[in-house]
């Protein structure tokens, strides 16, 4: 097995007396696209910032591609990417201008970068854009830029940070399957995410985090099938004269939730009990059956929505 290409080991950061990454263990393999799941403060930018060598661990242990973090920061980043969550282009120029003077930092030859430039936009369908001016490319298109720009070096390990967030259903689709697409050609991906549809789709195994601490580890399946049943019924805003009966029905589930507009039950037998709703003696209007997800997790865990 070749070493993993990041292993931390009680990795810890504070910032003065606030410790917003609390001791943690994780390897990424090769090949793989590892995600980062949690609600805003969890500490997922923190977690990527020290891996890609732009803010030194306070404490355990962190190697990047068999380095040490920070220490040999400069060598690691001539083998990574990184996307960052803020757009950051050089507003300045163009497209292929920010690819071309991006390339320079890591002393690639003009005659290299040029055609390499060419090929990372046709690659994120940019191509017809190398002249545009970054203002007048559309958030969607900036992304696909940001992901150009962080391929430039050819990295082995490419970070993103929340890479859709702010997008439309279109273009976080298009954004998936570039990201596929990379994992295909070998490259490791390291991903941070508030939304779970995202992490089921792109990653191999995840963490979710809360409060600086990792919960649960694992494939999204395997995270699913350990930490919530497979089935959950949802009664959408009950009628208060329902209230007692839905509480009563409590005991009948695997676990239930009682969420501000709804009702959650988990079940292992989502028709029997979607049977016992419906014979209830008012019919709510709208109650639904659905699969357990990541989201199911996290609020078995906390208590709490991953987008709350
Ligand atoms: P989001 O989803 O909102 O990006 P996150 O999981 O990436 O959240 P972080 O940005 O890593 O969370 O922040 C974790 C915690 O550390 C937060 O409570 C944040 O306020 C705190 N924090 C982050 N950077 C600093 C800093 N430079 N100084 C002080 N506190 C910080």
């Not at 003065?16 to 949690?38: M, P, Q, T, Y």
């Not at 007692?244 to 676990?255: M, N, Q, T």
């Amino acid at each position: 097995m070749p070493d993993p290409v990041v292993l931390a080991r009680a990795l810890f950061k504070s910032y003065g007396s606030f410790e917003a990454v609390k001791g943690i263990d994780f390897e990424v393999r090769h090949g793989e696209c590892f995600g980062f799941l949690g609600p805003n403060g969890a500490g997922k930018t923190t977690i990527m910032r020290m891996i890609s060598c732009s803010s030194p661990p306070s404490g355990g242990e962190l190697t990047v591609l068999a380095m040490r973090a920070w220490l040999d920061g400069r060598r690691i980043k001539r083998r990574m990417g990184v996307v960052p969550q803020e757009n950051n282009l050089d507003e300045e120029v163009t497209v292929l201008e920010n690819l071309m003077i991006y390339a320079r930092y890591f002393d690639i030859a003009p005659r290299v970068s040029r055609p390499r430039a060419e090929e990372f936009l046709r690659f994120v369908a940019l191509e017809d854009k190398g002249d545009w001016p970054i203002p007048r490319l559309s958030g969607g298109m900036k992304r696909r830029l940001l992901i150009a720009r962080a391929l430039m070096n050819e990295p082995e390990l490419l970070i993103l940070d929340e890479p859709t967030t702010g997008l439309d259903p279109q273009a976080r689709h298009l954004v998936w399957e570039k990201l596929r697409s990379l994992k295909r050609q070998g490259v490791t991906l390291l991903l941070t995410t508030h939304y779970m549809e995202e992490a089921s789709q792109l990653c191999d195994r995840l963490v979710i985090m809360h409060e600086g601490r990792i919960l649960v580890e694992g494939s999204p399946r395997e995270v699913i099938e350990r930490h919530t049943s497979p089935q959950v019924i949802e009664v959408f805003e009950p009628p208060r004269e329902l209230e007692e009966s839905l509480a009563a029905l409590e005991p009948v589930a695997d676990r239930a939730e009682r969420l501000a507009d709804r009702w959650l039950f988990y079940t292992t037998d989502g028709d029997a009990f979607l049977s016992k709703v419906r014979s209830l003696p008012v019919v709510p209007s709208t109650v639904w059956l659905r699969g357990g997800t990541l989201e199911d997790v996290f609020l078995a865990l906390t208590g709490r929505g991953l987008l709350e």
